[in-house]
């Protein structure tokens, strides 16, 4: 039998037995069996390498204690931690310098900019490392002054170039090159739109560089910037051939004077290196959230926060089963 026109239709009211019903049922999952047994193979798979580390003598972790926390090795880590502190900083200036130079309206710039940029990322680090430790027998002086004229000021390049120096400025000459194209893809990065803008409202050039420009490629810049100091605390392992003994370079002359602690030696540089670049990669979480304000509506949650909101989630499951 149909409604007459301009009647209104009214759902049928639910008791409240029937309410209670409703709610106490469970929107069931859906069942994937496929990611159950890909979980099941991946545990399976970390137990097996878990229990050949803990149970295989050939690790020798007796002997990875006894050298964890030795002086030597200690020594070895501050001179890594120290070359690649200054490497990252006199990398990211020269990054800053070669960028400007490649977006300079110079064409002389740009190309002395780029040909380097070029140049340094397609020669190896060791390679850019051993010329610069044979340096001295190309030339035994280094002098400024006029160009083929008389010098003003004369160095003894043996004596100039350390091998703390060497190893600092052949990882800074390396980092440059990347850093420049981290830095000129963040400047890059800013929309057209707000130079236009800027110039718009006559703002002056260097106002809108560092007030408008900049602000928004940090954005970009730092978090990938932070991302490259990961490799870069990996490449100090390198300086070891020429003759600075950082902690690879402690490790391997170690390793060379109590050959049968070889392997535990290296399971220490290696947990070593697994801690310094965990700390950078905290660093750059953090930093990525940091320049993310503003960009997104709502910050992403910490590590810490995501663990407490995972407990919480699990009490109230726990509290509506007991309920049931």
């Given amino acids: 039998m149909s409604e007459p026109p301009g009647a209104v239709v009214t759902a049928a009211p639910i008791s409240d037995v029937t309410s209670k019903k409703l709610q106490a049922q469970r929107v069931q999952p859906l069942f994937r069996p496929g990611r159950w047994i890909a979980t099941a193979v991946v545990l399976v798979l970390v137990a097996q390498i878990g229990h050949g580390l803990a149970t295989n003598p050939f690790y020798q972790w007796d002997r990875f204690r006894y050298w964890f926390l030795r002086p030597a090795v200690l020594d070895g880590l501050l001179v890594t931690l120290e070359v690649a502190g200054l490497a990252a900083v006199l990398g990211l200036l020269g990054g800053i310098v070669l960028a400007l130079g490649r977006l300079s309206g110079s064409p002389v710039l740009r190309v002395v900019s780029w040909t380097y940029v070029w140049l340094f990322r397609s020669v190896p680090l060791i390679v850019v490392l051993i010329f610069l430790y044979n340096f001295s027998a190309l030339y035994r002086t280094v002098s400024l002054g006029v160009p083929f004229g008389p010098a003003f000021v004369t160095f003894d390049e043996s ?9 600092v400025i052949g990882l800074a000459l390396n980092e440059a090159a990347y850093a420049a194209e981290v830095v000129r893809g963040g400047l890059l990065s800013v929309d057209q739109g707000q130079h236009e803008a800027a110039a718009a409202l006559g703002l002056p ?24 100091l990961i490799g870069l605390v990996k490449s100090t392992s390198l300086v070891f051939y020429v003759s600075l003994l950082d902690l690879f370079g402690t490790v391997q002359s170690m390793g060379s004077t109590y050959p049968g602690d070889i392997v535990p030696l290296l399971l220490v540089a290696t947990v070593w290196y697994l801690i310094l670049t965990s700390a950078v ?5 953090y930093v990525e ?6 960009a997104t509506r709502a910050l992403p949650p910490t590590p810490l926060r995501r663990a407490r909101n995972a407990l919480a989630g699990l009490r109230a499951r726990l509290r509506e089963e007991s309920a049931v």
């Avoid at 004596?159 to 190893?167: F, I, K």
């Avoid at 990669?281 to 979480?285: G, T």
């Avoid at 959230?289 to 503003?294: D, I, L, S």
């Fill in 159 to 167: 004596r100039l170039a350390t091998d703390m120096t060497v190893a």
């Fill in 205 to 228: 050039r260097r106002y809108r560089f560092t007030r408008i420009v900049l602000p928004q490629a940090l954005r970009s810049i730092v978090p990938n910037y932070v991302n490259q």
């Fill in 281 to 285: 990669s905290v660093v750059q979480y």
């Fill in 289 to 294: 959230r940091y320049f993310a304000r503003g």
